[in-house]
């Protein structure tokens, strides 16, 4: 690593992210069915049909894992609540189990000098309100507003940050537009609705946190810098619209108490009745940011219904995930965020990493060159943007562990540690070792 702490401004936190349906084990505790369990269960969607019922066997192995964390010299360790594990239902009969989980985590890392940095949300909801209609339905604001109450009133005393929802562009668009996602819906109209949803679910779970005194409370959104496939009017237009829905949608929600009017072209005719009502719930004060950050499109029109445009090949070099290495995007996207929506309101980057083929060598070791050299990349543009005047005031790396990467199974590695699936083994790969100096 060509960085240290002393490169970095005093009390800058450095940090890893999990999620918990990706490594705790969601047949374990009680946990009730999720929409990713009967997404998975159908032929198609996952790679092999691979589902979280083990994950990384965190729900046993916490200890052991946040070992790990603290060894490496993180800060703070960014993990996520499931809706499901705590409330099977989704609503109604509480999950002791469930919450007693969430409140020996919560000591374990407390006992080992962590800060806890929790997200009530990273996409496992539950199957009983997916038959509800899910995100589709406005009583889903609700519902979720009385899940963070459940799940904060027992753990909350102790948090040193929350965010409501991981990455609303992946729970409303690339859910139910795309369909890579559970539910896999491809609708425009249940689109519109689940983005305003999460929205709206954002601002009232914020509302709810804030009934119980807690602070530190944020939004985490995810971007992915948009450029033109070539130099025409028409692929400048495209590339506004993708950013528009992709980027520019929660922000503007959230800061600005309106939608990017671009996007609106496509939405209006399918947005739920009344949405212009809701901005102020869904403007509720909050008190950071955080920017999960990974990639650029190239973007280029074309003559299908709207959005009337198509992803474009770019030349970049590529990650496991054949996602293009852009860390100058990560610069611009921090400076314009501050810029245009929070202004000196802290910022945090709570997710960057890559996926790569990390094998385990026959002498133990896993090595990860490729890894070290996305992280210092974009650590650089975090740097520039420091000394530009962006009140950014930690990085969160993504992943702590390999673990089930979704529709992709359990074949993309995105961990600092290395987990061999049928074992449990945990290997910390040389990335690892890597930040534990550089930290030190």
Known sequence: MTFSRKDFPEGFLFGTATSSYQIEGHAFGGAGSTHWDTFAATPGNVVRAENGDRGCDHYHRYEEDLDLVKAAGFDCYRFSTSWARVLPEGRGQVNQEGLDFYDRLTDAMLERGIKPCATLYHWELPSPLADLGGWRNRDIAKWFADFAEVIMGRIGDRMYSVAPINEPWCVGWLSHFLGHHAPGLRDIRATARAMHHVNLAHGSAIQAMRGLGMKNLGAVVNMEWADPATDTDEARAAADLYDGY?????????????????????????????????????????????????????????????????EVEGPLPK????????????????KRTAEDYTGDLPLYVTENGMANADVKQPDGTVSDPERLDYVEKHLAMVRQAIAEGVPLKGY?????????????????????????????????????YELQKALA
């Open 246 to 310: 992709y980027n520019r949608f929660f922000l503007s929600g959230m800061f600005k108490k309106e939608y990017p009017a671009n996007v609106m072209e496509g939405f209006a005719p399918h947005m739920p009745e009344g949405w212009q009502d809701d901005f102020d719930v869904i403007g509720s004060k909050l008190d950071w940011v955080g920017v999960n950050y990974y990639t650029r499109k190239l973007i280029g029109p074309n003559t299908g219904p709207w959005p009337h445009h198509e």
């Open 319 to 334: 990650t496991f995930m054949d996602w293009e290495i852009y860390p100058e995007g990560l610069y611009k996207f921090l």
């Open 396 to 432: 969160f790396l993504w992943s702590l562990l390999d673990n089930y990467e979704w529709a992709l199974g359990y074949e993309k590695r995105f961990g600092l540690v290395h987990v061999d699936f049928d074992s449990m083994e945990r290997t910390p790969k040389s990335s690892y």
